[in-house]
T-cell receptor, first 115, second 117 residues
Framework: DSGVTQTPKHLITATGQRVTLRCSPR?????VYWYQQSLDQGLQFLIQ???????AKGNILERFSAQQFPDLHSELNLSSLELGDSALYFC??????????????FGQGTRLTVV | AQTVTQSQPEMSVQEAETVTLSCTYD???????LFWYKQPPSRQMILVIR??????QNATENRFSVNFQKAAKSFSLKISDSQLGDAAMYFC??????????????FGKGTHLIIQP
């Protein structure tokens, strides 16, 4: 158990819909990172929050947004869903501002299927 | 910008033997970290080993070690005494630090490791 909790584990929804994925970081970790893993794109960094503030953006679509709340949990909102958004969405957390100089831990992911 | 290339989509090794997974990378960062992550069928991403680019000594974690060739931008993973539990997808990744490490991890496409009993 990494200590990072993601809910739900599985999600099936229709095209055009909106979903929210939730991540609770490990106790004490201030950074939350979101990644997407799909068959065609592989693992891609989407966005990072540190202590409530957006810190970095990767390949995140405009239809996607995220936020980190005062209790440090984070939510990833995906809207106007398309079939190509079907993927495994991971959250990771780390104590500091980077994934490099401290170990980051990943959650078990949310499997999103868009039908 | 960073790119990570894993040229071996799949590797197979006999139990108890040694296997080496290849990874090359390209980065414009002056300071960066390199990683190997393991993803078993459970989907969990597990950190196997981490290398700081400014350290010349190769990182080692029990049966796992790396061969870091900075000039060649090569970062291979050696697994000794392979065990059935080592069967998984292995991802090589990099993270730059010159921008404060704010780019997240850049991953390769992965190598599927099969352990033959």
């Amino acid at each position: 158990d990494s200590g990072v909790t993601q809910t739900p584990k599985h999600l099936i929804t229709a095209t055009g819909q909106r979903v929210t994925l939730r991540c609770s970081p490990r106790s004490g970790d201030l950074s939350v990172y979101w990644y997407q893993q799909s068959l065609d794109q592989g693992l891609q960094f989407l966005i990072q929050y540190y202590n409530g503030e957006e810190r970095a953006k990767g390949n995140i679509l405009e239809r996607f947004s995220a936020q980190q709340f005062p209790d440090l949990h984070s939510e990833l909102n995906l809207s106007s869903l398309e079939l190509g958004d079907s993927a495994l969405y991971f959250c990771a957390s780390s104590p500091g501002q980077t994934m490099g100089n401290t170990e980051a831990f990943f959650g078990q992911g949310t499997r999103l299927t868009v039908v | 910008a960073q790119t990570v290339t894993q040229s071996q989509p799949e590797m197979s090794v006999q139990e108890a033997e040694t296997v080496t997974l290849s990874c090359t990378y390209d980065t414009s960062e002056s300071d960066y970290y390199l990683f190997w992550y393991k993803q078993p069928p459970s989907r969990q991403m597990i950190l196997v080993i981490r290398q700081e680019a400014y350290k010349q000594q190769n990182a080692t974690e029990n049966r796992f070690s790396v061969n870091f060739q900075k000039a060649a931008k090569s970062f291979s993973l050696k697994i000794s005494d392979s065990q059935l539990g080592d069967a998984a997808m292995y991802f090589c990744a990099s993270a730059g630090l010159s921008g404060g490490g704010a780019d997240g991890l850049t991953f390769g496409k992965g190598t599927h490791l099969i352990i033959q009993p």
